[in-house]
């Protein structure tokens, strides 16, 4: 009996010492400090990858953030708005590791070209990649590549009490159209975004009535929408189901502002929708 006790604590005490092995071992592989990146609102920042990317996430909508057309190893990201406050981005590789970033906006990067090493990645082969697309997904991949894109309209704008509003260029992808618009604030107040609406309306009213519209849900906004602070540029893109508009109508972007009369206008033919940018 004696015997048997004894081989029965020694047992105990083997699995007593491998289980606070097991646990000491997952408390120093499992954390990873994130690395420190740096991105601004007129340059793009490319982070290269050893292998293919297969999932991205950012931690505020004022990051924009793609996977570079054609390629599948390398993100480039960007302010969607000067001055953001600190957030993060996570990106998941096809070899199953994870990178993890702290994201801060400065004027000037030090670096706008950065090969990622592949050994800071938390190793996760337990990763499952799914092959199905997501539709919602593939709209806000879109948006945010259109938001990095060069202006290529001029002259379709309007302007108020330093506050200006441009439209940059229209796309087209799918059955979806992509507004790619500039907000300028020049003064020292902050604009509060109210509303953002699309409408298509007559050419000739004397009054604007329920009637006399057509509103225009969005399907996406990307970018901020809710403020333009004081001396600061910002890119937002408004995605719409594609429509064309009706003759002797006009589709009006328009953008009003809480508590406040500095309200604009774009008016956009039917013409330069039809002309819109295939991506």
């Known amino acids: 009996m004696k015997k048997i006790s004894a081989v029965w604590i ?10 606070g092995f097991a646990q000491d071992k997952t408390k120093t592989s499992e954390v990873i400090q994130p690395q420190l990146l740096a991105v601004t609102f007129a340059k793009t920042t490319n982070l290269i990858f050893p292998y293919a990317v297969k999932s991205v996430d950012k931690g505020s909508k004022d990051l924009l953030v793609q996977v570079a057309k054609g390629v599948e190893n390398i993100i480039q990201v960007k302010a969607a708005v000067q001055g953001f406050a600190e957030t993060n981005l996570t990106v998941i590789t096809a070899d199953g590791k994870l990178y993890s ?18 050994s800071p990645g938390i190793n996760n082969t337990d990763a499952r990649f ?6 919602e997904a593939s709209i806000q ?17 309007d302007s108020k009490a330093d506050i ?10 799918d059955q979806m159209l992509y507004f790619q618009i500039s907000l300028s ?6 604009y509060n975004i ?8 007559d050419k000739k009213r004397s009054k604007r009535t329920a009637s006399q519209e057509t509103e225009l849900q969005p399907e ?11 001396q600061s540029k910002q890119t937002i893109v408004v995605t719409l189901q594609k429509f064309t508009i009706p003759d002797q109508k006009f589709l009006t972007a328009q953008l009003m502002e809480s508590n406040g009369g500095r309200n604009l206008d774009l008016k956009i033919k039917n013409k330069l929708l039809v002309k819109a940018k295939l991506l």
């Open 141 to 157: 991949d879109y948006g945010q590549q259109v938001a990095l894109k060069k202006p290529i309209l001029k002259n379709i704008k």
């Open 220 to 230: 996406q906004l990307t970018g901020n929408v809710r403020i333009i602070r004081g």
């Open 185 to 190: 604030n020049n003064s020292n107040l902050a």
């Open 10 to 19: 020694m047992g105990f005490i083997l699995f007593m010492g491998a289980t």
């Open 164 to 173: 200006e509003m441009s439209l940059d260029g229209i796309y087209i992808h």
């Open 194 to 201: 109210d509303q953002l609406r699309f409408y298509i309306h």
């Open 130 to 135: 799914s092959l199905t697309s997501d539709n």
């Open 101 to 118: 970033y702290v994201v801060d906006y400065t004027d000037k990067p030090k670096a706008l070209n950065i090969k990622v090493d592949a």
